[in-house]
């Protein structure tokens, strides 16, 4: 989440009259996270989000996300719901970009405590249980970030790598070259999340309340989804990996999805392939983000203690699989 946009107190008021949720009371600019514009929208029925969808996001990709979004809740599955207007639509227009509103999740994002192992294991049964719950959803979307994509997007970063770190743009290189070589095939495909970080799930201590932001969401192996989840919830701040973290997070996905052997297998590349692919769309974002947006900016080189950690591993069961 972020701002990019900005919208006057007149075009919203006239937005939110297309709801049956009453007048606005206020609406805040929220600055976590890096891809839309989104606010915290009060009005006299109570709480919800406003987001407006800026360029990174197709909008020919919209339905698929609402949509998704729609037939999770159906299933009780804790997440947003999106709110239909009048017409029954869910995605309008606001300030020149496709907008819609949703549902209010309560908790804190978990990254404004520290990550646990019991949480760990709560993040492992969610993203099983996604998994599962999304199987007989009617829609597609490509994951159009996937290994091919990373060197296309490195390409016109590579100079602007090496300034903010010396030899960055040929270690990037040389990590790519791997993973082109050694990408698995095969491997159990469906529906994935694919930005589950400690920021789009919400806690009630140690349980889960929601999870948020599907704008990455697309088709790819289900274990892609395990291996974001091993980077984004068992390394510490300085990079130190959380033995006991990815324990409880594999088997709680185990508990409700196990992997097949070639999905243990394949974890240790796909782990390092997630940890790059996050390097590059923060690198980008470094060097992208306007000035003005109210937006947090994250460190792309946070990430490389943890792909030497997954370099250095001989197989999964450092990550806690028999």
């Known amino acids: 989440m972020a701002v990019y946009t900005r919208i006057t107190d007149d075009a919203l008021d006239a937005f939110v009259a297309r709801y049956d949720i009453g007048s606005v009371e206020s609406c805040t600019g929220i600055a976590q996270g890096v891809e839309n514009s989104n606010y915290m929208l009060r009005t006299e029925s109570g709480n919800y989000i406003l987001t407006l969808y800026e360029k990174r996001v197709r909008a020919e990709d919209l339905p698929f996300y609402l949509g998704l979004m729609t037939h999770l809740a159906a299933q009780g599955f804790p997440c947003p719901v999106p709110i239909t207007n009048r017409q029954g639509e869910t995605l309008q227009t606001l300030a020149g970009r496709p907008a819609a509103i949703v549902s209010f999740l309560d908790g804190r994002g978990a990254d404004c405590d520290a990550l646990t192992p019991a949480r760990c294991a709560a993040i492992g049964a969610v993203c099983a249980r996604f998994h599962r719950d999304t199987h007989a959803f009617g829609i597609t979307r490509p ?135 996050f390097l590059l769309t923060r690198l980008h974002d470094w060097f992208h983000t306007p000035d003005d947006a109210l937006a947090h900016r994250k460190d792309p080189l946070a990430l490389i203690p943890l792909i030497d950690f997954h370099r250095s591993i001989p197989d999964s069961t450092a990550y806690g699989l028999d």
């Open 143 to 277: 994951n159009d970030l996937t290994l091919p994509d990373w060197r296309r997007l490195f390409t016109p970063l590579a100079g602007q790598a090496n300034g903010l770190k010396a030899g960055l743009g040929d270690w990037i290189a040389e990590e790519l070259s791997f993973l082109e070589a050694n990408w698995p095939s095969g491997l159990p495909a469906g529906i994935v999340h694919a930005d589950l970080f400690p920021d789009n799930a919400f806690f009630k201590g140690t349980t889960l309340t929601g999870v948020i932001d599907f704008y990455f969401a697309c088709n790819d192996f289900l274990a892609w989804d395990v291996a974001v989840c091993i980077n984004a919830w068992c390394f510490d701040q300085t990079g130190g990996f959380l033995a006991d973290n990815a324990r409880a997070l594999v088997n709680g996905y185990q508990d409700n999805r196990p992997l097949t052997p070639g999905e243990c297998t394949a974890l240790p590349v796909l782990a390092r392939g997630a940890a790059l692919r």
